[in-house]
């Protein structure tokens, strides 16, 4: 075989099932014949443009889950067979002052996988060593797709918290990203809040492993949780900064609101609610390859699972579609064998 199938796209949502020559990774990096590769909301950097040249195709995906199939030069720590993920960060450069200082999430020569170089709608993916991420054999291929992604987004944010076992953390949005958060707050020792709108979700939530459940068009959220005890940290996954808005009030001193879920609004914080409870508002993003093994790790573990619409891969921009619909329950996946 000399090439191999991939879905790109250009422009605004101009996708095209094309043939790539299939070559050997470069140095420093490996070939993966792709298993899975969810569908992800930041896809939509690549399929609506918003890069540096829209007009050159690229392939999106960056929930990756493969088989490596060939190694660049200068490989030794990865091998042919090894089932392997590649996550939205696609390695970092090991050279640049922040991965010089561990910062690796903030590396400046980091590409972004499915945006500045092809993902994972397509056969076969190539990756840099430094950005893959080994897949435990207790977990399946297809769950381990968001996982890469929505998992360590919300893992991440919730394992950087200074909040005893046992305390009240609350999960903001309980969709793509929010009905992970919930299972991995559980499974870390918090009492879950999760808070959605309306009560369709309530019993979904439950099921997750929420304690409790906070109805945000029901009453005030941020009061709700003032009600529960306040909370010391609430994840917010909404891509809605005004819904986010009313939850700092809802921490207890010292809380922290973490924010995962990229809006177009603003949040509007309350300057006395920052400074009497001594309260903090901050951001996520994802997490460095070894820490997304980590959270792939306590998943297999602790039966942290993603809940997938898993399609053949070549309805991709139907997938795409679904996802941006949010009416998906919850990620959707594609499957490169179907
Ligand atoms: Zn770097
Ligand atoms: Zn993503």
Redesign the pocket.
Known sequence: MTTYRALQVANSRQFSLTDRELTAPEPGHVRLKVEYCGVCHSDVLAVEGLRDDPTAPVVPGHEIVGVIDAVGEGVRAWHVGERVGVGFLGG?????D??RRGD?VN????PRTGTDVDGGYAEYAYARTSGLVRVPAGLSSSDAAPLLCAGITTYSALRDLNARPGSLVAIQGIGGLGHLGVQYAKALGYRVAAIARGTEKAELARQLGADEYVDSTAADPGQALEKLGGAAAVVATAASGSSMSPLVAGLAPRGKMVVVGAALDPISVATPDLIFGTRTVTGSLTGSAIENEDSLAFAAARDVRPMNEVVPWTDAPQAYERMMSGKARFRVVLDLAA
């Open positions: 970092h450069c090991g050279e640049c922040f991965c690796f590396c400046t020569d980091q």
